[in-house]
């Protein structure tokens, strides 16, 4: 398999694309100053106690307060309170192994009992803000690396449960445990697999660096404020899943791309070469072909074989999939086997759709009506197939007796929407546009003022594709023309994301103009 991640950066946001084998399976975007993500660690201030939920509201700087559970507190939650005391008087870095660690909280207990209004408390997003919910916090804080998650406050070591073998597992956990400072736990990864000692340890000292730099800042920080960002999402996804299948990362902006160039050498040194700063005058989601994907891929009914289609549906409570088999023409007597290979190759749609639109919570498939167990058990395993590459905690149950099939996604973070319907940019609904004659001439009078008004020497016109082949048709074409009459420095490029009649104008450093 062969893993290739886009890059997409405009001073708005910032937009990452996963293809496996040119197959689009992650889309993430965001604003540049996306705030409340996972991961952060916030100084947050107690503003409600809920005893009937054995919970209380936080004021982490969110509109709405975040929720903190008492089972999410961990049971070190007062020598993280003994710590929080200390690091707001002391100057400089408050060194945890030093720390004598105060008794762990009652595991039965109440909220009341270990927190009061106006508190100020460590917190961590576990959750990001969802429709009309706060944050979800949790107090057992971590900070993730490559190979190993480091637990401030804890003594463990425990090794993930996806490393097969019991040798490996128990030669990580005396490596880890004979190399790890006192008060610190640590969780191993999959990815540790065969890695040596010095490696992990290097890693380690820069978890617990970075974790003594943000908490020596303590003191300067006013409630509620932010402690510790997690690292940019660009990095976080490379951390989670950069691997030897991974042939190259593609960046359209240069300080991200060194960014990233050097995180991937912080990780993986060998791999700095995969990452590539991407400089062509097309959009890079237009020359790779990502936006056509995201076309085909967010709408609410999506094809996969053969004429076959999935119709995916969304409600607040949960995600509703049905699968059709379209317009196959099988004889009736191979209704049964028909039914099989149409829901086989939907497991592996279904699979797709979950992780590119991150969909979470209970989601329901409908799948098409099969007489023989044998063959329910098929698609059944196909699935789980299907979502073992998918590093979202899940759950899968068999089909019902109905063709019903159960699953329930971890969700930590708002569902990709992405409206793939295009209105109309000329008559804004009125059914009713300009001559198609003089579009030419409209775009020929964009480009004259932002040449003779704004004095611009080099410009690039983004165009939809069948516009792009008519202005660059025949001998001399209209391009040609226009090049010889306002500028040399015009590009014409086509645009996959922008309407028949739609237009734009970029200077040279790929920001639109303004002609209003």
Avoid at 252 to 264: M, Q, T
Wanted: glycine share 6%; with cysteine; aromatic share 6%.
């Amino acid at each position: 398999m062969n893993a290739e991640l886009f890059v997409d950066v405009t001073p708005d946001h910032l937009s990452l694309a996963l293809m496996e084998d040119k197959r689009l399976v992650e889309l993430r975007k965001e604003t540049s100053n996306v705030q409340f993500a996972v991961g952060d660690i916030y100084l947050g201030k107690v503003k409600k106690i809920m005893p009937g939920l054995n919970a209380a509201f936080i004021d982490v700087g969110y509109e709405k307060d975040a929720f903190l559970h008492y089972l999410d507190l961990g049971p070190q939650f007062r020598s993280l309170q003994k710590f929080l005391n200390i690091a707001s008087t002391k100057k400089g870095v408050v060194s945890l192994h030093k720390l004598k660690p105060e008794p762990d909280i009652n595991k039965n207990g109440t909220i009341p009992e270990v927190l009061t209004a106006g508190q100020h408390v460590l917190v961590q997003v576990a959750k990001e803000p969802i429709s009309t919910k706060g944050p979800r916090l949790t107090s057992e804080l971590s900070i993730a690396g490559r190979n190993i998650v480091l637990l401030p406050f804890s003594d463990k070591v425990s090794v993930s449960q996806k490393l097969s073998s019991s040798e490996e597992k128990a030669r990580l956990k005396r490596l880890l445990t004979s190399i790890k400072p006192k008060n610190y736990g640590v969780i191993i990864r999959t990815v540790a697999e065969g890695k040596q000692a010095a490696e992990l340890d290097k890693e380690l000292k820069m978890l617990v660096k970075r974790w003594e730099e943000h908490t020596s800042r303590i003191k300067d920080v006013k409630a509620p404020g932010l402690v510790m960002g997690e690292i940019g999402r660009t990095s976080a996804l490379l951390r989670d899943i950069l691997n030897p299948s991974f042939n190259s990362i593609y960046v359209n902006d240069e300080e991200v791309c060194k960014e990233i160039k050097e995180y991937v050498g912080l990780i993986a040194p060998d791999r700095q070469k995969i990452v590539k700063h991407y400089k062509g005058a097309a959009g890079i989601f237009d020359q790779f072909m990502v936006n056509r994907q995201i076309k085909a891929l967010f709408g609410k009914t999506v094809s996969f074989k053969s004429g076959a289609y999935l119709i995916i549906e969304h409600t607040e409570a949960l995600h509703v999939i049905d699968v059709n088999s379209g317009n196959r023409s099988k004889s009736a007597s191979n209704q049964e086997n028909n039914a099989l290979e149409v829901n086989l190759a939907a497991a592996d749609e279904i699979a797709r759709q979950l992780r590119l639109r991150d969909m979470g919570g209970i989601i329901v498939v409908d799948f098409i009506d099969m007489q023989n167990n044998e063959n329910r058990q098929k698609v059944f395993e196909k699935m789980k197939q299907a979502m073992a590459s998918d590093r979202t905690k899940h759950n899968i149950l068999p089909l019902s007796k109905f063709g019903l099939m159960q699953i329930t996604r971890q969700r930590v973070r708002p569902e990709m929407h992405i409206k793939t319907a295009e209105g109309c940019p000329t008559c804004n609904g009125t059914g009713k546009i300009a001559p198609a004659l003089f579009w030419p001439e409209k775009i020929e009078t964009a480009v004259k003022q932002a040449v003779q008004g704004l004095k611009m020497k080099k410009l690039i016109l983004n165009v939809h594709p069948m516009v792009h082949a008519y202005l660059k048709k025949g001998f001399p074409s209209i391009s040609l023309k226009w090049k010889f009459k306002y500028t040399h420095g015009l590009k014409i490029v086509p645009s996959d994301s922008l309407g028949i009649l739609e237009f734009k104008i970029l200077d040279n450093d790929k920001q639109e103009v303004d002609l209003s």
